[in-house]
């Protein structure tokens, strides 16, 4: 277990506050480098605003572990997810961390899994991270194995989700229908990072002009300030503008 002189050190030297942030993302750090050393793991494939950060190096703090699973029958998904998040729970706690997993009582259909983990990293409150686990269609998928170097923790290997499906998913899933902040922010940083193949970028052309009013809606400092560092501040004081900026200069490319 790391210590917390050198939770502290990756506080200062990340720009941010140590708790939540530091410290949730060790733990979240801890739970996906335990559980994809269990045999069958490879199915659960890591995606989202975490898979952002931790594969990608997004700035953006996230709080939720996010994954699709495939290839398992839909009666056996809520029993294979939580064989495994048991396992990996064991693990955790033999090194003196304690942690608890409360699942909710709308996923017992076959339709994924939602769990509430809760941490509790010595010298701190407690955290609380949220595990979404969602099935595909019965579709297989083979996904990408990264190898991931942390502060936290030696090198470990975690699969996800292929970058085209995570794009896929972030972008006409999850912004175009929930419109929250930090997907508006992963937007503006897999435009930067150049992860959207040309076909996204003409997808996501055709629905510009609607991200960009529903952009000007949202207060980003007030939402997004407390999950990203002090170097990002400022990105965040005019966002809606910088995202169409962004946009446009890129999607421009396309005509």
Do not use: W
């Not at 099935?135 to 085209?164: C, K, W």
């Not at 930090?182 to 503006?188: G, K």
């Amino acid at each position: 277990m790391i210590n917390i002189a050198n939770l502290e050190r990756i506080a200062r030297e990340g720009e941010t506050n140590l708790f939540p942030n530091v410290v949730r993302e060790y733990t979240q750090h801890l739970f996906l480098s335990e559980l994809y050393r269990l045999p069958g793991a490879e199915r659960l494939l890591f995606k989202g605003g975490t898979a952002l950060r931790i594969v990608y190096e997004c700035p953006r703090f996230s709080e939720d572990l996010d994954f699709s699973l495939f290839g398992i029958p839909a009666n056996e998904v809520v029993g294979f997810t939580e064989d495994l998040f048991l396992a990996t729970v064991v693990e955790i706690e033999r090194m003196g961390i304690h942690v608890t997993i409360d699942e909710s009582v709308n996923t017992r259909h076959g339709e994924g899994y939602l769990g509430i983990a809760t941490i509790h990293v010595p010298g701190f409150e407690p955290v609380r991270i949220e595990i979404n686990v969602s099935t595909r269609d019965n579709r297989d998928m083979r996904g990408e194995v990264e190898a991931i170097t942390s502060q936290f923790l030696p090198t470990y290997t975690l699969y996800h989700l292929p970058q085209n499906e995570l794009v896929e998913e972030k972008i006409f899933s999850a912004l175009l229908t929930r419109k929250k902040p930090r997907d508006f922010y992963d937007l503006y940083f897999m435009l930067r990072r150049g992860m959207l193949t040309a076909e996204q970028k003409r997808h996501l052309a055709t629905v510009a002009m609607d991200i960009i009013a529903e952009a000007k809606k949202i207060g980003f400092r007030d939402e997004l300030g407390a999950f990203l560092p002090v170097g990002q501040q400022a990105i965040i004081r005019n966002f809606a503008e910088t995202l169409e900026r962004e946009m446009k200069g890129q999607l421009s490319l396309m005509r």
